[in-house]
């Protein structure tokens, strides 16, 4: 029931740029949450980035500084804006959102939601 559309990667050199964004469509009640993972080969997905609906945001280590994360409640979207690209930034991009939605028994839950990835590439 809610779609999670991902746009703005690619390929860029070391101390690039790039801008992500997410963007949630469907029948829910409200989105409390949306964040940016990023997952390499053999690895563990981690997050990078996230934003509550009130605002709040938390960045991983790695990327705080460098990396901020943004959202606009009434578009249901969040942005990824990607600076001082490093190589070891090099992996897909998942926009993932928390939302609550109306189930067919008529009780309320939160359901989790993941985009499909975006590639990011920063090469040396």
């Known amino acids: 029931q809610v779609q999670l559309v991902e746009s703005g990667g690619g390929l860029v050199q070391s101390g690039g740029s790039l801008r992500l964004s997410c963007a949630a469509s469907?029948?829910?009640?409200?989105?409390?949450?949306m964040r940016w993972y990023r997952q390499v080969p053999g690895k563990q997905r981690e997050l990078v980035a996230g934003?509550?609906?009130?605002?709040?945001?938390d960045y991983a280590d790695s990327v705080k500084g460098r990396f901020t994360i943004s959202g606009d409640n009434a578009k249901n979207t969040a942005n990824l804006q990607m600076n001082s690209l490093k190589p070891e930034d090099t992996a897909v991009y998942y926009c993932?959102?928390?939302?609550?939605?109306?189930?067919?028994?008529?009780?309320?839950?939160?359901?989790?939601?993941w985009g499909q990835g975006t590639q990011v590439t920063v090469s040396s």
């Open positions: 993932y959102a928390e939302a609550e939605l109306s189930t067919s028994s008529g009780f309320v839950g939160t359901f989790q939601y």
């Open positions: 934003i509550g609906n009130s605002g709040s945001t």
């Open positions: 469907g029948s829910f009640l409200s989105i409390k949450a």
